[in-house]
């Protein structure tokens, strides 16, 4: 098994919505900075948003205004709520723990005009 696992990928109309959830082990969400990143077609990776263990949230300009990372501790989860989705937003969202280089295998998500 892999350390992190992605769901909540799928097709969806540009505008719409979608939430991403991504579960990690033990409190590991709790003291270190989590992270999603995306393939887009052939693009190289990209760097999509951050939540630190204390709850400060970082975001790429190309998102900023439509996307949200949030972290349920009960859970153990990491979450990206993506709003107003753009047919450029299609790719492959994996969730990362940096520090520890934990991935996920990540989720496809697919924006469809």
């Known amino acids: 098994q892999v350390p992190l696992v992605e769901s909540g990928g799928g097709l969806v109309q540009a505008g719409g919505s979608l939430r991403l959830s991504c579960v990690g082990p033990g409190d590991i969400f709790r003291f270190n900075t989590a992270a999603w990143y995306r393939h887009i077609q052939t693009e190289e990776r990209e760097f999509v948003a951050a939540i630190t263990g204390g709850g400060y949230a970082t975001y790429a300009d190309s998102v900023k205004g439509r996307f949200i990372i949030v972290r349920d501790d009960a859970k153990s989860t990491v979450y990206l709520q993506m709003n107003g989705l753009k047919p450029e937003d299609t790719g492959v969202y994996s969730c990362?723990?940096?520090?520890?280089?934990?991935w996920g295998q990540g989720t496809q998500v697919t924006v469809a005009s």
């Open positions: 990362a723990v940096p520090k520890w280089a934990f």
